[in-house]
């Protein structure tokens, strides 16, 4: 049963010590109570007391993690509705599927286009993680598991055989696979294998109502990580399911739909580039499992860059360290660039003057994060700011000239930026990062 925010509150230390990020232990009682922070967050929380709250402070979806190592995918564990409210946790996997239908030329290719396949974007190195397997054959089942979890891949096995569900998952049984899945028939077998394998398992109904009823058996068993698959006909039933199930475990505290869920695109529709769009509306609405019959780098490279999109914390945006970069190579002679510390800001004039071959020097200052135009209308890409930066970066040292380039945008702050860097000459720089490499070259040429 549910603990009020008061109750949660008489089990804390009471200390106010703010280690939590909340201002009072009642703040975050409360908190913990609406399902918007977790009890793991406060350090003074003892074993008896985190006992004693129990699913109290465990957050509305549960959180369920497959396989292991760098490609261990970690879903669920969300706390709100919508991101604004304060932000999603885990980004969904996206799996890989193969079916009795791929034949083992395809299927060997998919292991090696999965090796090599990952997306550098701002940063962050962006690859699908997941294959699903599935065979009415319980060797072949077992095979193709063991080779596609030799890749590092978490995998999800496929089967209505609880039996060979088990037979494939007992090799490879630390790199946690899924079992997909229990059913109304056979719940008892594929969990009780869960169970002894130690490894999550997927539920499965025809409807909400009897897909609630297998949740609670699994909640009744003391089972914790499980997925949910409303087993939706088409994009409009998914759509919908996906909602009900979200807001039945954040709204209501529904904990029998309290789990992670999964979704099969590749089941809808043939059309690759349907069950891509498909995908694309489960990254949103809200899969934890999402599973393609795709390994192609057009299909998956968006939906991974929507998922980072999305599950980035609104209230912290991706940012890189203050300091000044070398692009190419630069000396004593080469231009000043300066820009903030948005990461897609950096990564996009990084890249551009990279591609110009230009050597030059990247001023980045730390703006919290925020864009060029952002941070300038937040007060913190101005002249004032900007001058202190430029004298303690270092920048002076590596360089024999006195000349700043800013970006067009905020070409208004040129005049006052002169001002506060007397000896400092201020050009103003083009505003599209697209037009960085013709400027340079004539800025250098000239």
Request: glycine share 6%; net charge negative; charged share 25%.
């Amino acid at each position: 049963m549910a603990l009020s925010g008061l109750q949660i509150f008489k089990l804390l230390a009471k200390t106010n010590c703010k280690d939590c990020g909340f201002p009072t232990c009642m703040a975050f009682a409360m908190q913990l109570a609406a399902g918007k922070a977790e009890l793991d967050k406060c350090p003074h929380v003892t074993d008896e007391v985190k006992a004693e709250l129990g699913e109290a402070s465990a957050p509305p979806v549960r959180k369920v993690t497959i396989g292991s190592g760098d490609y261990a995918v970690s879903v669920g564990e969300e706390t709100v509705l919508y991101r604004h409210e304060k932000r999603f946790e885990n980004p969904p996997g996206i799996a890989v599927y193969v079916g009795d239908d791929t034949d083992d030329s395809a299927f060997e290719q998919k292991l090696e286009t999965f090796k090599t396949q990952e997306f550098e974007r701002v940063g962050q190195v962006l690859r699908a993680k997941m294959f699903a397997i599935e065979s009415a054959d319980a060797g072949r089942l077992a095979d193709r598991a063991k080779k596609a979890s030799d890749t590092g891949a978490a995998v999800v096995l496929m089967s209505e055989d609880a039996a060979a569900l088990k037979q494939a998952a007992e090799p490879i049984k630390a790199k946690k696979p899924l079992l997909y899945a229990a059913t109304a028939e056979n719940f008892d077998q594929v969990s009780a294998a869960a169970k002894e394998l130690n490894v999550p398992f997927a539920i499965t109904a025809p409807d909400l109502d009897q897909l609630a009823e297998l949740g609670q058996k699994a909640i009744d068993g003391d089972f914790k990580e499980v997925v949910l698959d409303p087993m939706s006909a088409n994009l409009k039933d998914a759509l919908r399911d996906q909602t009900y199930i979200r807001r039945a475990a954040i709204k209501k505290k529904f904990r029998a739909l309290g789990f992670p869920t999964i979704a099969f695109p590749c089941k809808m529709t043939d059309d690759k580039n349907l069950q891509v769009v498909y995908a694309g509306v489960f990254v949103a609405k809200y899969a934890g499992i999402i599973v393609l019959d795709t390994s192609d780098p057009g299909h998956l490279m968006p939906l991974l860059v929507l998922a980072q999109n999305i599950y980035t914390d609104p209230q912290r945006p991706m940012q890189m360290d203050q300091g000044v970069y070398p692009l190419n190579d630069p000396s004593e002679d080469s231009p000043v660039l300066l820009t903030t510390n948005f990461s897609l800001t950096y990564f996009t004039v990084a890249g551009e003057i990279e591609a110009s071959k230009v050597p030059t020097w990247l001023l980045v200052m730390d703006t919290e994060g925020q864009s060029v135009l952002t941070s300038w209308a937040a007060g913190k890409f101005v002249a004032d700011a900007i001058a202190p930066f430029v004298k303690k970066s270092g920048i002076e040292e590596k360089i024999k000239h006195r000349k700043i380039v800013i970006p067009g945008y905020v070409a208004q702050i040129s005049g006052e930026l002169e001002e506060e860097l007397s000896d400092w000459e201020v050009v103003v720089g083009v505003r599209e990062a697209a037009d960085v490499p013709r400027y340079l070259r004539q800025m250098t040429s000239a």
